[in-house]
């Protein structure tokens, strides 16, 4: 069983950038696709960006392309969530997720589809 824990949320303003982390131990982290979700209060959990667990598959949510990246580094079990341009809309709490995957080369960005969660972080974006 694996173990998520996020960090770099923040209190940041419009335009600015931030660098979300998950840390992931108990498992064999290059087995697992992961995924990044935010929720909003009184919105669903939403996908925002997932990774295959080559790294070589990503997934974005139409709201965050070209401003979002995701990335893995497999050697050190983590996964970057590099946001630039934030917006009001983007407030929200990212949780970090994975899901077993047989599959190299494909990511998954339904919240159904992951077994585990992190606790999440909070990004707040202000005018």
């Known amino acids: 069983q694996v173990q998520l824990v996020e960090s770099g949320g923040g209190s940041v303003q419009a335009g600015d950038s931030l660098r979300l982390s998950c840390a992931a131990s108990?498992?064999?982290?290059?087995?697992?696709?992961m995924g990044w979700f935010r929720q909003a209060p009184g919105k669903e959990r939403e996908c925002v960006a997932s990774i295959s667990r080559s790294g070589g598959v990503t997934y974005y949510a139409d709201s965050v392309k070209g401003r979002f990246t995701i990335s893995r580094d497999n050697a050190n079990n983590t996964i970057l969530l590099q946001m630039n341009s934030l917006k009001l809309e983007d407030t929200a709490v990212y949780y970090c997720?994975?899901?077993?995957?047989?599959?190299?080369?494909?990511?998954?960005?339904?919240?159904?589809?992951?077994?585990?969660w992190g606790q999440g972080t909070q990004v707040t974006v202000s005018s």
């Open positions: 108990g498992g064999t982290f290059s087995t697992y696709a």
């Open positions: 997720a994975a899901r077993r995957a047989g599959f190299s080369s494909r990511s998954y960005s339904l919240r159904g589809e992951y077994d585990y």
